[in-house]
T-cell receptor
């Protein structure tokens, strides 16, 4: 596709349920990032995938959060036993790998509301 | 490790006035620096970036930023504000072009007619 695609665009879930958020990066981009944007806060780094390297999971807030990237392309962010504080916009971005500078292209995000 | 500090969570300027959004960074290696803009109900869009070379970087929509190593700053400016510039602006740093981006907390820019 032409850009980073995220689905669903909006998700309302009940507290305690599990949710899966999907990200389709730009074709050929080897780096994929997940960020969380909460109301009134900046962009919180969650996890970073780069090619076949082990992902940088240092930003995941708890063990309820996990992410995988299959075949070096599509990524799924899973939140188990959702809590109200998980309500936020979850942003995915991808970038290319090279010797020169790169930039991250962001998707439109998934707005998660936990009720 | 890298970090970014954006001074001023809210900035208001009059239409036609100078826009100045401040960003200071901390990096253990020569940084790559970015400014992103987020318009209401839209995703993030890259405004400009600094990697190496010329320290004055020009971006889209008339914005520019200057990398000042001695001041560890990368402030964003625009000579004359337009109503359409109202948005949230994020400064970000990366250790290289292939590392994760670390963002500041953002500055919401309001343009006064």
């Amino acid at each position: 596709g032409a850009g980073v695609s995220q689905s669903p665009s909006n998700k309302v879930t009940e507290k305690g349920k599990d949710v899966e958020l999907r990200c389709d990066p730009i074709s050929g981009h080897t780096a994929l990032y997940w960020y969380r944007q909460s109301l009134g806060q900046g962009l919180e780094f969650l996890i970073y995938f780069q090619g076949n390297s082990a992902p940088d999971k240092s930003g995941l807030p708890s063990d309820r959060f996990s992410a995988e990237r299959t075949g070096g392309s599509v990524s799924t962010l899973t939140i188990q036993r959702t809590q109200q504080e998980d309500s936020a916009v979850y942003l995915c971005a991808s970038s290319s790998f090279g010797t020169g500078p790169t930039e991250a292209f962001f998707g439109q995000g998934t707005r998660l509301t936990v009720v | 490790a890298q970090s970014v500090t954006q001074l001023g969570s809210h900035v208001s300027v009059s239409e036609g006035a100078l826009v100045l959004l401040r960003c200071n960074y901390s990096s253990s290696v020569p940084p790559y620096l970015f400014w992103y803009v987020q318009y209401p109900n839209q995703g993030l869009q890259l405004l400009l970036k600094y990697t190496t070379g010329a320290t004055l970087v020009k971006g889209i929509n008339g914005f520019e930023a200057e990398f000042k190593k001695s001041e560890t700053s990368f402030h964003l400016t625009k000579p004359s504000a337009h109503m359409s510039d109202a948005a949230e602006y994020f400064c970000a740093v990366s250790a290289s072009g292939n590392e994760k981006l670390t963002f500041g907390t953002g500055t919401r820019l309001t343009i006064i007619p």
